[in-house]
Structure formats: structure tokens, C-alpha cells
């Protein structure tokens, strides 16, 4: 069961804070008119001559020109001489000159046959003054403003209101299409399916449930690794219910501005209410609901905690009778403040674990349907090569074999296609074009059947499924794969350190043959140690520390960070424990490999030759 946060779901998807497209069109609209207005009185109001060029000459030319009879028309201004003769090349120019004190000017102009005149003020209009000079350009300037203001706002998050608008809360509304998500469409999460199909009865049938007094949880949390499918159950739900989804992530409530988080808290639950009975989902919960800080007065995110607070307020509003059901998914429930987590808001904690063998398979069958596949394929071997897989992963391995299936050239895809795709998401894609010399490939394939042949050699231990030394993307020059015969949910100590043995065997099948050791155990070192000290500090595998617990594991689903709080004498101690186990296993692996020195020479030579081997071929060998 893939996580599907990132499908297209083709459903009504509504916006709760989309801009109206008329309202934008409108705005536009008049900022159009007013300057088409602005332009219009500029044209005809203002003297045309206005709008030509002007040349500044002195007053004596100015004379001469209308002596000469050059000057048609003047204009005497308050402080100019505006005027229009023609040029040396007989076009019509306007000048400007300086007024000077002259009593003789008009009659020069009379004489000359000039046409002249004189501004009067008290002849404009001045409300059409005002209105070009101030009314115009301040609405012209207003309008852009506003316009401007609105595509930061958006910019920034702050939606049609800009940044001080406050109330929308973003949240996306899915109403029930043809292709609606059902719990038919959720593999692998029984229990957690069984948890949420009780909502589910209550929306439908709340009666049954009022009339014995019994209430709706008000919230139910969903918690488990990424991948997992949270999403996916929350719209199966939604689906399985036929009533409105509210989607929206936490980190969409996070904003610069104090209040305005708790304002789209309070703008979710009104829609809410307004839409009731709905399903209300927020994913990645934590990043509003984490601990508030108690470091002292005043500390602390103000804006995250008083998010948090209306959260809580609003949880407290709603009855549970009312049909909003609350549902959050989170990957770190230990960060979640207690308030949160009390009976009366979630109510109900579901979780959605990694998929077992069965529920591998079950969710590999179910992408499969989305694909053309060959009738003879084996899901099984697939699930048991996926331990530990998420739903993600599990679509993203039947996905990448459908893209080699059409590289190969196939109509379907095949076995060997899905299997080259497990290898691809573990190790990477295949580097075809390394260079590795002929020495170092021997050290790789000893390496490598020194691995196997130690596991083989070794009760209760996984079967080895396929050694190659093809090298991948992910750094790997060559990899073993084991496979467990059916799925695991112990381990015995006797079985961790065989694993541990088995992986000090590549090592050692160096040092047995070459005499020296090289850097191809890197990781096989990092697995050693790490699973050496989960021995000692937190399964309690160790006689002189008995039961006791040395190492906590923190962040459980986020690759399970460990912390140790003890002396600086026993963490001493732990790592010589810790170094015993790992010195025990190599020796082991060693003798081993001594004991079946013939064995190991041959399926060395053997994997030279082929690069690759499967389980069935090198058990033949070992067992001739």
C-alpha cells in the first residue's frame, strides 16, 4: 500500500482561498479605463502645440523673427513667450523665450499681422484641474498599488488579503468522484482498516451508536514510518464514508505573522461545521503539535504555540455527535505536546506499521492491477526479498519494472524484472560501463562467496537467493542477497550472531587468500558493530550486563536514532563487550572458510566467470 500523497486523484479539488478570477478581471478593467482616461484629457485638454517639440532662443531672436514676418502665432504666458514661426526649411516650429518688460510688443504684433494671446487663469476649470492634476493620477497610482500588493501577498502565502488578511486556512476540499479511494484500493493495513472502519459505520449509521450513548472519536491519530500509506487511509475513509475530505498539511498553519496560524485553524473548523459530517485530515501534525517549551517566561515559537493552542480550543468546541471526525498522521508521536494526545481529542491512536509477508504481497498484487504483468509471476519471492520494505517502496519496485520491461523491449513484465528491480531500489542500478581489473574482480568474488559460503555453512541462517559482483550506483562492487524462508518477528541470539559471522566472512576469505585485507568490508564493518551493540545495550544479549538497558532508541519511524545515558566507565565496558562479540564472529568465519578452503576456490572461480550466480547454482556446488 503506497503512500498516495502525490497521485493525481482527479476529484473537485476546491481551494478554499482562491482568488475570484472576476474580481482580478474587474480591477483590471478600470485601471484600463483610467488610463485611457488619463490620455484622453491629455490629448484634447492640453493646447496641441504642447505636445511638439520646444526650442528655447533668446528675446532679440524672438523679434527678429516677427520683423521678418516668420511668426504666426504667440501665446504670452505669466512667465514665457510661447511662440510658432517657421524654420530655415519652412516647417512649422514651436520657441520659447523669456518675457521681458516691453510696452511695444503688441503693437510689433499688430503690425506684424501676428495672432497672439494671453493665459486667464480664471478661464480654466478647476475642478478639472484638480481632478487631472491630483484625482487622476492618485487613482491610477492607488490601483497599481492594490494590484501589486495582491501578487506579493500571494507570493508570500498571504492569499487575496495580502499580509495582513487573516482567516483563510488553504485547506483543499475533495468531494466523492467515480474514482473515490476505498479500502479495497488498502493493502497490508488490516488493523489499522478494522480501527477506521468503525468511523466509518458511525457516519453512516450514528443512531445505533447515540442510542447506547456511545460517542464518535473526536480525533484519531495515525502514526507509523514514511511510506506507510497515512494518506492513503485517511481518503479511504473519506471514501468508504461519502462525505467531504478536508486535506491540509502542517506546515501550512506555520506563518511569519503572529495570529495568523490560529486564524486559519479557526477558518478550518468553520468550514467544517458548515460542511458537517466530514472528515478533517492534517498530515505531518508534529510540525504544529510538537512540546511547548517550559524554559521560561516569554520563550518559546509565540506563533506555533498559540497555533497549537486554537487547535486544542477548537478540538474542545465540536461534539463528537456532530459527525467531524479529526484524523492526523504523524512519523514522530513522541514529539507531540500531551494536551493534544489526552482523551477528548485524540481519542484513538492507529498505527500503520511496515507490511508483513503477507501484507507485502497482498499491496504488490494490488499495483500490479495497474500494470500489464505476466500470469506466471511469483508475488511471494517478491515479499520475501522486500523485508522491511514500505508500501512506497513495494509500488516504486513494481514501477521500475514496468520501465525495464519497455527498455528490454517486453510487452509485459516479467519475473526477472521485478527481481532486478528489488536489486535496483537496494543497491542501485547497474554500472555497466566500470573498469575494474582483473585482480581486484578476484578479491570481490572471494569477498563475496566468502559470505556465502559461511551462511551456508551455518545453522539458522538465511538461504543465500543470489551473490553477484556486478557493481551499482550505490558504491556496492558486488552484494550476496539472503532471503528468509517466511517472515521473522524474533531473533535468538544465536541467530544475530550468525548474521554477524556471516558478515565477517568476506573479510576473512581476504585474509585466508590474499594474505592482506582491502575497504570492501566498509559497510560489512558498519552493520557489525552496529548490530553487536543492539546486542549489549538494548536486547540484553550480554552476561555482565545481564537485562539492564544501556541505549535508548529515539525517533522511532525516522531511522531510529539512539542515545546512552551511563558512566563513562560502562560505556568503556560496552565497547569491550561490544569488540568480544565481533573478534568471536571473525574467527568463526575464518575457521569456516579454512574447513572449506576447496569449496571456496571453486565458487570463486565460478562466479569470475558467470559475474553472476543464483542461490540454486552455488548450493549445487557446495553440495556436490
Known amino acids: 500500500m503506497a503512500d498516495d500523497k502525490n497521485k493525481n486523484n482527479r476529484k473537485w479539488n476546491v481551494n478554499l482561498n482562491n482568488d475570484n478570477p472576476d474580481k482580478r478581471r474587474t480591477t483590471a478593467y478600470y485601471l484600463l479605463m483610467a488610463l485611457s482616461v488619463l490620455m484622453f484629457l491629455n490629448y484634447f485638454i492640453l493646447p496641441s502645440y504642447m505636445n511638439r517639440s520646444v526650442e528655447e532662443v533668446t528675446y532679440s531672436t524672438f523679434l527678429n523673427q516677427v520683423s521678418t514676418g516668420d511668426v504666426s502665432e504667440v501665446k504670452l504666458e505669466e512667465n514665457q513667450i510661447t511662440f510658432v514661426a517657421t524654420d530655415d526649411a519652412g516647417d512649422k516650429q514651436v520657441y520659447m523665450t523669456g518675457l521681458i518688460d516691453d510696452p511695444t510688443l503688441v503693437t510689433r504684433l499688430e503690425e506684424a499681422d501676428v495672432t497672439f494671446s494671453k493665459d486667464i487663469p480664471t478661464e480654466a476649470s478647476p475642478i478639472l484641474s484638480i481632478l487631472v492634476s491630483w484625482v487622476l493620477p492618485l487613482l491610477l497610482f492607488w490601483g497599481l498599488g492594490s494590484l501589486l500588493g495582491k501578487q506579493m501577498a500571494k507570493r508570500m502565502g498571504g492569499g487575496a488579503g495580502g499580509a495582513l488578511s487573516f482567516g483563510k486556512s488553504n485547506a483543499k476540499v475533495y468531494v466523492k468522484a467515480g474514482d473515490s479511494k476505498t479500502f479495497k484500493d488498502v493493502a497490508g493495513q488490516d488493523e489499522a482498516k478494522e480501527a477506521l472502519s468503525e468511523v466509518v459505520d458511525y457516519l453512516h449509521q450514528p443512531k445505533k451508536y447515540q442510542d447506547i450513548g456511545a460517542k464518535n472519536p473526536k480525533g484519531i491519530l495515525l502514526v507509523g514510518p514514511p511510506g506507510t ?35 486559519k485553524v479557526r477558518d478550518l473548523f468553520k468550514e467544517a461545521n458548515e460542511k458537517a459530517p466530514c472528515i478533517v485530515f492534517i498530515d505531518e501534525i508534529d510540525t504544529i503539535g510538537k512540546k511547548r517549551d517550559n524554559g521560561g517566561y516569554g520563550g518559546g515559537n509565540d ?56 501484507g507485502r504481497e497482498a499491496i504488490l498484487k494490488v499495483h500490479a492491477t495497474n500494470y500489464k504483468m505476466d500470469p506466471n509471476i511469483d508475488y511471494n519471492t517478491i515479499a520475501r526479498a522486500t523485508s522491511g520494505a514500505s508500501g512506497a517502496e513495494l509500488a516504486n519496485i513494481i514501477n521500475e519494472g514496468g520501465l525495464r520491461a519497455v527498455r528490454e523491449g517486453r510487452t509485459a513484465v516479467t519475473q526477472s524484472d521485478l527481481e532486478e528491480s528489488v536489486e535496483t531500489v537496494i543497491a542501485g542500478y547497474q554500472r555497466k560501463n566500470a573498469v575494474i581489473s582483473p ?58 550472531f550468525n548474521k554477524i559471522v556471516t558478515l565477517a566472512g568476506g573479510r576473512a576469505a581476504e585474509e585466508i587468500v590474499f594474505g592482506s585485507i582491502t575497504t570492501g568490508a566498509s559497510n560489512d564493518i558498519e552493520q557489525m ?48 563487550e561490544v569488540l568480544d562479540i565481533i573478534k568471536k564472529a571473525h574467527e568463526k568465519a575464518a575457521v569456516l572458510l579454512s574447513e572449506n578452503i576447496d569449496k571456496l576456490h571453486e565458487l570463486s572461480r565460478f562466479l569470475l566467470v558467470e559475474e553472476t550466480i543464483t542461490g540454486a547454482e552455488f548450493m549445487e556446488i557446495v553440495g556436490k
Open 439 to 496: 585482480k581486484e574482480k578476484k578479491i570481490i568474488a572471494y569477498h563475496e562467496i566468502g559470505h556465502a559460503l559461511v551462511a551456508a555453512k551455518q545453522t539458522e541462517s538465511a538461504p543465500v537467493h543470489k551473490i553477484t559482483i556486478i557493481p551499482r550506483t550505490s558504491g556496492a562492487l558486488g552484494y550476496t542477497m539472503q532471503i528468509e524462508e517466511g517472515e521473522k518477528s524474533l531473533m535468538t541470539k544465536q541467530e544475530l
Open 229 to 263: 500509506g497515512k494518506t492513503l487511509l485517511a481518503r479511504a475513509v473519506a471514501g468508504e464514508a461519502d462525505v467531504p475530505f478536508f486535506s491540509i498539511s502542517g506546515s501550512e498553519f506555520v506563518e511569519m505573522f503572529v495570529g495568523r496560524g490560529a486564524a
Open 529 to 576: 558493530t552496529k548490530m553487536a551493540r543492539a546486542m549489549i545495550t538494548r536486547y540484553g544479549m550480554s552476561d555482565a550486563f545481564d537485562m539492564m538497558q544501556i541505549e535508548t532508541q529515539t525517533n522511532k519511524y525516522l531511522g531510529g536514532d539512539t542515545s546512552m545515558n551511563v558512566s563513562a566507565g560502562m560505556a568503556e565496558q560496552v565497547d569491550r
Open 303 to 358: 506563533e506555533r504555540e498559540q497555533t497549537l493552542n486554537q487547535l486544542l480550543a477548537e478540538m474542545d468546541g465540536f461534539e463528537a455527535n456532530k459527525g467531524i471526525i479529526l484524523l492526523a498522521a504523524t512519523n514522530r508521536p513522541e514529539s507531540l505536546d500531551a494536551a493534544l494526545l489526552r482523551p477528548g481529542r485524540f481519542d484513538r491512536r492507529v498505527p500503520v506499521e511496515l507490511p508483513d509477508l503477507a
